[in-house]
């Protein structure tokens, strides 16, 4: 079963503005994960948080977590058309990830 | 980092007959992971294939419906068989990373995208 639920499901953004999607979860984590798809192919790692982290930042890319709230966010700055992609929240278990749903990210030239 | 190949990309099939998927990837690793992502939707984890022993199955996957084969460390084949219209997804293979720092990160294959009609 999916452990994480992402908004929102669409985001359709201008070039150089700057796009923010959020994850909940339901159980208690390890860490999270970030990952990104670009049109159905295999996924690409972006960014971890590890459960004691409240932020962190890797190039373009700022991730948060609210434990309390079991929501985390991810922030890509100043956007380009390359950022077109879906981008997935996935929870730890053990030995296992289990994504989220997705947002479909739209960078309009 | 690990570098996966998969075999097929994709594929068009009839239904009742079965595909088998190759994951390749360019060093040794414990575990592989199986998922499969129906069309607009998230990834779902098939199965887990240790070398040695047999896949672990999560709820909703069964063994004869999707057979695993982990002959070692760098090899695994899915098959999806007796298809239907509904296994049309895409199937991903990935591993975990071999590193310290990225023991809880997995990598991904390409993904064979299936089309059964």
């Known amino acids: 079963s999916q452990q994480g639920e992402e908004d929102p499901q669409a985001l359709s953004i201008q070039e150089g503005e700057n796009a923010t999607m959020n994850c909940s979860y339901k159980?208690?984590?390890?860490?999270l994960q970030w990952y990104r798809q670009n049109s159905g192919r295999g996924l690409v790692h972006l960014i971890l948080?590890?459960?004691?982290?409240r932020e962190k930042h890797s190039g373009r890319l700022r991730v948060t977590l609210d434990t309390s709230k079991k929501s985390s966010s991810l922030l890509i700055t100043a956007s380009r058309a390359a950022d077109t992609a879906s981008y997935f929240c996935?929870?730890?278990?053990?030995?296992?990830?289990?994504f989220g749903t997705g947002t479909r990210l739209t960078i309009i030239p | 980092s690990a570098v996966i190949s998969q075999k097929p990309s994709r594929d068009i099939c009839q239904r009742g007959t079965s595909l088998t998927i190759q994951c390749q990837v360019d060093?040794?690793?414990?575990?592989m992971f199986w998922y499969r992502q129906q069309p607009g939707q998230s990834l779902t984890l098939i199965a887990t294939?240790?070398?040695?022993?047999?896949?672990?199955?999560e709820s909703g996957f069964v063994i004869d419906k999707f057979p695993i084969s982990r002959p070692n460390l760098t090899f695994s084949t899915l098959t999806v068989s007796n298809m239907s219209p509904e296994d049309s997804s895409i199937y991903l293979c990935?591993?975990?990373?071999?590193?310290?720092?990225?023991?809880?990160?997995?990598?991904f294959g390409p993904g064979t995208r299936l089309l059964v009609l």
């Open positions: 990935s591993v975990q990373g071999r590193t310290s720092g990225e023991g809880e990160t997995q990598y």
């Open positions: 159980t208690s984590i390890n860490n």
């Open positions: 948080i590890r459960s004691n982290e």
């Open positions: 996935a929870t730890d278990e053990p030995e296992k990830l289990t």
């Open positions: 060093s040794q690793v414990t575990m």
């Open positions: 294939a240790n070398q040695g022993s047999e896949a672990t199955y």
